[in-house]
T-cell receptor, first 113, second 113 residues
Framework: GENVEQHPSTLSVQEGDSAVIKCTYSDSASNYFPWYKQELGKRPQLIIDIRSNVGEKKDQRIAVTLNKTAKHFSLHITETQPEDSAVYFCAAKFSGGYNKLIFGAGTRLAVHP | DGGITQSPKYLFRKEGQNVTLSCEQNLNHDAMYWYRQDPGQGLRLIYYSQIVNDFQKGDIAEGYSVSREKKESFPLTVTSAQKNPTAFYLC????????????FGPGTRLTVL
């Protein structure tokens, strides 16, 4: 069935370190993988996404990699800052439904000064 | 943060009451979605609508109902049949021309008294 697993559930790093969050998905036909950042009590905000025709995408300090064969994708944040502290969600577009996204359970990232 | 609005921000319901959550978008998006978020968990799809006058059940539709009479509006009714409605409710919309990318509203926090 449709499923996205996300690890770790919590992540604590020191300011300036890198953070990596990993997700695996079950639908081999999924072709769109967004990452959302949600601050406490706020709406999820799209921070980066990747489509299945590329293996990596970068935007300043964040990058996403995709391994279609293994059905997993990862978010990489370099030079972390305290304002990066939030909950991050990965998602995969389910091929069987129009624009239907299946979300991971989320990773709570804490960046300590 | 414009484009998608939700009201009210906070809503309190007595047991046995139906309540309706509002979602409006001015992005000219065809598709709209309702998600439920519980503490420490990901987003679970309640209902989605690809076009006016059409909607489909998501993964947790029991105890909820929706309508899509206008392109801009997708209200969600939480009925008394929903046994545990206390949660954060998020509405989202997407453009059919950019498959997958969803934009979220600010959310409504519903509490059952």
């Amino acid at each position: 069935g449709e499923n996205v697993e996300q690890h770790p559930s919590t992540l604590s790093v020191q300011e300036g370190d890198s953070a990596v969050i990993k997700c695996t998905y079950s639908d081999s036909a999924s072709n769109y993988f967004p990452w959302y950042k949600q601050e406490l009590g706020k709406r999820p905000q799209l921070i980066i996404d990747i489509r299945s025709n590329v293996g990596e995408k970068k935007d300043q300090r964040i990058a996403v990699t995709l391994n279609k064969t293994a059905k997993h994708f990862s978010l990489h944040i370099t030079e972390t800052q305290p304002e990066d502290s939030a909950v991050y969600f990965c998602a995969a577009k389910f091929s069987g439904g129009y624009n239907k996204l299946i979300f991971g359970a989320g990773t709570r990232l804490a960046v300590h000064p | 943060d414009g484009g998608i609005t939700q009201s009210p921000k906070y809503l309190f319901r007595k047991e046995g009451q139906n309540v309706t959550l509002s979602c409006e978008q001015n992005l000219n998006h065809d598709a709209m979605y309702w998600y439920r978020q519980d503490p420490g968990q990901g987003l679970r799809l309640i209902y989605y609508s690809q076009i006016v006058n059409d909607f489909q059940k998501g993964d947790i539709a029991e105890g909820y109902s929706v309508s899509r009479e206008k392109k801009e509006s997708f209200p969600l009714t939480v009925t008394s049949a929903q046994k545990n409605p206390t949660a954060f409710y998020l509405c989202a919309s997407s453009d059919s021309g950019r498959a997958g990318e969803q934009f979220f509203g600010p959310g409504t926090r519903l509490t059952v008294l």
